[in-house]
């Protein structure tokens, strides 16, 4: 019999992950905040998946975090903010061997999870894939994209990746998923504040390219000084690849930002400079964004960490 998949947060990336493993025909739990978004899901009857169009309905059992079943296998489908926090409240229900799979952006908050929970196996993940909620319990799968699995401890590959396959999650196990994370950082770094700042698409910063030249060179002395020299290679090419590949877009911050909501800044721009204080890499322009970027979500009522 197949292991239980416990996924907590039914937002747009846990939604998608359960959906595509229900439609497997693998067992699935969502773990829900508290009583009254479990009783508001209970009414709706399950998650619906929306696809090129079509719309795949999926009535997948969920409990809030206080049940009692042990967890053995954890998808954390929650913003880094909420990560640290959501284990710590599961910590008891870990069973000794558990895995727990890690979707969140950047950096800092996978470490913050392992030292909560050091017995269980901590594996990372760095996807491409993209998902909104149109409505509650409702997800619309946007963008086709690749999800990276990595554990940086211990290369060996977990035995449900078969599970993956079959649920038609295109995957990579990969034993350098920290410079998969890092390269992904660094370019959300470069691109995503500045859209904020300029209030344009990720396409308008072809107009800024100066500056998005200046905050490249900064990252690439960072990735080699913290002994991530794979992830700096020819990081300006590819973030100007990515500008004009998604010119028409906005970044995930700018939506955040546009919507009211809070930010990744800390596990990104925030995570950057903290480990450049740290290796004594010297980032005066990537410090004066993180400075006119906290300024700016200040003066909108939002929080900076
Ligand atoms: P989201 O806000 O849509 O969903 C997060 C969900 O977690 C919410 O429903 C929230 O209520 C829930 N949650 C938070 N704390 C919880 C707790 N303690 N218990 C139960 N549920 C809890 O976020 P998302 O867009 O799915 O993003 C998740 C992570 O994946 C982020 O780090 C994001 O950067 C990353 N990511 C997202 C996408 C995407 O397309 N959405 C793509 C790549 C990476
Ligand atoms: O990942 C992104 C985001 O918007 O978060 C891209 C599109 C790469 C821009 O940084």
Known sequence: MSTQWHVLGAGSLGSLWATRLARAGLPVRLILRDPARLAAYEAAGGLTLVEQGHHHFFSIPAQTVDAQEPIERLLVACKAYDAEAAIARLAPRLTANAEIILLQNGLGSQDAVATKVPRARCISASSTEGAFRDA???????????????????????????????SGIPHQWTPDILTRLWRKLALNCAINPLTVLHDCTNGGLQAH????????????????????PAAAQDLHSEVERVIQATSANYSSMYQDVANGRRTEISYLLGHACE???RHGCSMPHMNQLQTRLIRHLQARGLPTL
């Open 209 to 228: 390219h100066c500056e998005v030249a200046t905050l490249c060179a900064e990252l690439t002395d960072l990735l080699n000084c913290c002994g991530q």
């Open 136 to 166: 509650d319990w409702r997800v619309v799968f946007a963008g086709h994209g690749y999800t990276w699995l990595g554990d940086a401890s211990d290369p060996t590959p977990p035995p449900w990746l078969d599970e993956l396959v079959a």
């Open 275 to 277: 480990v450049a204080a």
